[in-house]
């Protein structure tokens, strides 16, 4: 969980106005900003054994259980700072996910210094029957220093909302899974193509070392053009079947069949949303490429 400095968060210019968060997404949103805020108090390490599921996935870049991490960790006087600037629930409200800019500086009790890393977080938050929120998964991106883009992200208002009533508890998705496996069979093929089906405008993409994009128009500057499959190595759907995610491995192949051919992988995570009858990409995140195990 990252995040970028309130003060600087609500002072910069949307790109569109910000759409009413729903009852469920108000609830999630009160959450992440008391999150946030114990981060900032008490610092990171307490903040994240607060606020983590049991089972929930830290990526170090490769995913580890977030509690037993965090219990290893020392408490420094850095400060990891985040606000979400867009939040989804199911209408189930028993899984959603929060996103935004996260900044880190070295020194939180230094004045007037400046960050010195930057990036881009996504939360995925489940709740068990109808119990408090917790992190099931929480992965990031580093981006370059973002002062300089023309269009600054805007921080969601903090709503101080209760979370409503829920009596549904995320399951594993076997429908996702095989969602998955046919993303992958078609981005090993044509990539722009498999992701024209599955992306729309709502849709975002955040890839290590680059700025995030967001809509099916963005597809022809962002994508690599070398094909890349998906091995899933978990998953999430909401009880009301209408917002999951899954998690794994990524490849891609660069040059293919040729002597300069070279394999990478990456952890990826998606967010799956269903529009009508059919699901989309609600977010995409691909993480550092992995060095070899030895």
Not at 146 to 157: E, G, T
Not at 159 to 174: D, E, F, I, L
Not at 192 to 197: F, N
């Amino acid at each position: 969980m990252f995040a970028l400095p309130l003060t600087l968060a609500l002072a910069a210019v949307a790109a569109e106005p910000q759409q009413p968060l729903s009852p469920p997404a108000a609830g999630l949103v009160t959450t992440e900003y008391a999150f946030a805020a114990k981060a900032a108090q008490d610092g990171t390490r307490a903040a994240f054994l607060a606020n983590y599921h049991q089972d929930g996935l830290y990526y170090i870049p490769r995913p580890v259980n977030g509690v037993a991490y965090f219990k290893t960790q020392l408490e420094f006087d850095t400060l990891l700072a985040w606000a979400p600037t867009k939040a989804e629930v199911s209408s189930a409200g028993d899984l959603g996910y929060t996103t935004g800019p996260w900044t880190f500086k070295l020194n939180k009790n230094e004045k007037g210094t400046e960050p010195s890393a930057f990036g881009w977080y996504i939360s995925v938050w489940g709740r068990d029957n109808g119990g408090p929120w917790k992190v099931l998964l929480d992965i990031g991106i580093s981006t370059p220093d973002p002062k300089d883009l023309p269009v600054q992200p805007v921080a969601l208002p903090n709503p101080k909302a209760a979370a409503p009533a829920a009596t549904g508890t995320p399951k594993a998705s076997p429908e996702l899974e095989s969602l998955e496996a046919a993303f992958s069979s078609a981005a090993a093929s044509n990539i722009t193509s498999a992701y024209t089906k599955y992306v729309d405008e709502g849709s975002r993409l955040y890839h290590a070392g680059r700025f995030p994009q967001e809509g099916v128009k963005s597809l022809p500057r962002y994508l690599d053009p070398w094909p890349v499959s998906f091995k899933v190595e978990g998953s999430y759907i909401a009880s009301s079947g209408d917002l999951g995610m899954t998690r794994g491995l990524l490849t891609r192949t660069e040059n293919p069949g040729k002597p300069n051919a070279k394999v990478t992988q990456a952890h990826f995570v998606h967010v799956w949303r269903k529009v009508g009858n059919a699901w989309k990409l609600a977010v995409e995140v691909e993480g550092l490429p992995l060095q070899p195990k030895k």
